[in-house]
């Protein structure tokens, strides 16, 4: 589970993350949905450790990373927006690589890159070295070492960016099944329809503020509009800037 | 296996594969061996003296003075007419020079009047002008003591100077100066050699967004940081052992009548750079870890890292020219003491252990300090991103 609870964070003097709180539960698939420069990437950020909060604080199966940082890098995966790979080395040394670093050994380490190899479908191309890889391979093996430690909570920022209609449902059904498992799965995203499609709770960011929050459902109810892209329009104009008048407390 | 370890062990196996790092620590290392090796080749042949072979004289003139050439063919000298554009010959280097006794003698005891015309910016022609001279002022001797016998003179007056010079220094101070250069190509290579491999874990490594994944590991930057700086030594030491070798090899190589000219390092003086020059490696990679650490991009990291050897090595270019008795407190002057030790060690002399360790003490503890600055820098939120 991650909690954020009022959240600030300034880059020199622009106030990029402005008092944001949300509660992304085991189970469930949160989508944070806002414009690009809305802020999400930071609060992702935030959450996985990268940067540390101006004001308010974050709480990743209860543990504050302020006094336990590893304790929660331990317990999270992350697929960061910048894939960031290493051209040289191969698919399986770079899942090989994040799993030394959180400890893993020997055959046990090599068996979980075997099952990740499959789970993922990269058994074509994970022996070779990533220069020249598809945005799709590179994703997977963003992920496939993002998750060699099978993290309970699962950080995903824009992760069908640039995939193929085949990849990004294979993203899709990989969400569901962490759900189905029971993780907590947090989801970043610029396409509604995706968050819509997937997300159990979707958080509107705006301008660094929450402008709504809550199920489809609670959206709706709230806005008295029907079409999720709608309410997404209209959440995120200025009319709402206010995240006090409709952020739907669960 | 501990993070600094499984960090060194990547960056050791990624940089195995870039042809950039491998070229920088296999192959930039050699030039200073190859360069030294061909230039004493070139220098010492071009000075060599030929045994029991006489001077040839390209002469104009010569039976203007029948005495003085009878003189020069007596002493080995062959003779030959000089060609008829004798400045341009000269010039062109056709000829080593060219003597032109242009009047002759009215009576035996007047003055033989000699032209000699020479390229004094040409190598090859120091030996045999060296060599026409001393014909020339031996002619001088045996005349004038002859001219002051007739008038019934001891030909000792005149010569109230006996001067005798004796080089009791290790080189001869032509050879000296190719020894001096050794001490900038290791700088260089000291510098540069694990050069590509810092590039690409430091900024590198930000600028392809790998930075920031890798920290949200459960590590630390100094930990990751660590595992890189020992591989960027273990780049700069392999490309140091490289050009080591290639020295010992040049030195082998080099024909052996050169040899006479200077001693060149031995094995075993090789073998004391190593003590001498660990410190300013260790310098080398820290100050290079700080230059990723403040630069924005992989560009601009490069091009400082490339500049800073120069720092050091006009400091030893500078020592060659006029070198300096090394004391503690010069041997206490970060990277300085190491670039005076450097050449005493290629140069034979005395080496005091003494003094190697101040210069190792002074340089480490720099050394630290940079490290410990990069450490601080690379707390710094912003790095891991890509700017």
């Not at chain 1, 990437?41 to 540390?52: F, G, N, P, S």
């Not at chain 2, 001096?180 to 000291?190: A, C, D, E, G």
């Not at chain 2, 070798?245 to 073998?271: K, N, Q």
Request: glycine residues 8%.
């Amino acid at each position: 589970m991650i909690e954020v609870h009022d959240l600030h964070k300034s880059f020199g003097g622009i106030h990029a993350v402005r008092g944001v709180s949300f509660v992304a539960r085991d189970g469930e698939i949160t989508g944070i949905i806002g414009p690009n420069g809305a802020g999400k990437t930071t609060i992702l950020r935030l959450i996985y450790t990268v940067l540390a909060p101006d004001g308010g604080y974050t709480l990743v199966d209860g543990i504050d990373p302020h006094l336990d940082r590893r304790g929660v890098q331990r317990r999270i995966g992350v697929l960061p927006d910048v894939r960031g790979l290493y051209p040289r080395l191969t698919g399986r040394e770079h899942i090989r690589y994040f799993g030394a670093l959180h400890g893993m050994r020997g055959d046990a380490l090599e068996a979980r890159i075997d099952e990740l190899i499959h789970t993922l479908n990269m058994e074509d191309f994970a022996d070779r070295r990533t220069r020249g890889f598809s945005r799709g391979q590179q994703m997977k093996v963003a992920l496939a070492r993002a998750l060699v430690h099978e993290p309970h909570n699962v950080l995903f920022d824009e992760p069908t960016n640039g995939l193929d209609v085949a990849t990004s449902r294979a993203v899709r059904e990989l969400m569901r099944g962490f759900r189905a498992e029971g993780r907590c799965v947090l989801l970043s995203s610029h396409i509604m329809h995706e968050v819509a499609a997937l997300a159990d709770r979707i958080v509107i960011v705006a301008r660094g503020r929450i402008a709504l929050q809550g199920t489809a459902e609670e959206l709706r109810r709230a806005t008295g509009l029907v079409d999720l892209e709608e309410i997404f329009m209209s959440a995120t104009s200025a009319r709402f800037e206010e995240p006090e008048l409709l952020a739907g407390e669960d | 296996m501990s993070t600094v370890a499984i960090v060194f062990m990547k960056e050791m196996l990624d940089n195995l594969r870039d042809r950039r790092s491998i070229a920088m620590a296999m192959i930039y290392p050699l030039i200073g061996p190859i360069l030294l090796g061909l230039m004493i080749t070139f220098v010492a042949g071009s000075l060599k003296v030929v045994p029991g072979r006489g001077v040839e004289i390209l002469a104009v003139g010569a039976d203007n003075a029948p005495d003085f050439e009878r003189y020069l063919r007596a002493h080995g000298a062959t003779l030959k007419p000089a060609p008829d554009d004798t400045a341009d010959a000269v010039r062109n280097g056709a000829v080593p020079f060219v003597l032109i006794l242009p009047k002759k003698q009215a009576s035996p005891v007047d003055p033989i009047e000699v032209r000699l015309l020479i390229d004094a910016s040409r190598l090859t022609s120091v030996v045999p002008i060296a060599q026409m001279m001393d014909l020339l002022h031996g002619y001088e001797r045996e005349e004038t003591a002859a001219r002051l016998k007739a008038l019934g003179v001891a030909p000792d007056v005149m010569v109230p100077l006996h001067i005798q010079q004796e080089n009791v220094g290790r080189t001869m101070s032509l050879g000296a100066t190719f020894l001096n250069m050794m001490p900038p190509f290791i700088i260089f290579t000291l510098f540069l050699g694990g050069i590509y491999l810092t590039l690409d874990t430091t900024s590198g490594e930000r600028e392809r967004g790998s930075f920031e994944p890798l920290m949200i590991n459960p590590v630390s930057r100094s930990e990751v940081l660590t595992g890189k700086f020992c591989a960027a030594i273990v780049f700069t030491l392999w490309a140091f052992t490289v050009q080591m070798f290639s020295f010992w090899i040049m030195t082998r190589l080099v024909p052996r009548e050169s040899l006479g000219l200077i001693t060149l390092p031995g094995a075993a003086r090789l073998a004391l750079l190593l003590p001498v020059c660990l410190p300013l490696a260790f310098f080398a990679v820290a100050a290079q870890l700080v230059i990723a650490s403040m630069t924005r991009s992989l560009k601009e990291a490069q091009t400082y890292m490339g500049l800073l050897p120069l720092v050091p090595a006009i400091a030893a270019m500078l020592l060659s020219f006029a070198p300096v008795e090394l004391h503690s407190v010069l041997a206490a002057i970060p990277t300085f003491g190491q670039t005076v030790l450097m050449g005493q060690v290629v140069r034979g002399e005395a080496m005091s252990w003494s003094m190697i360790s101040i210069a190792a003490f002074a340089t480490l503890a720099v050394s630290m300090l940079l490290l410990a600055l990069a450490f601080r820098l690379y707390e710094r939120e912003q790095i891991l991103f890509p700017h």
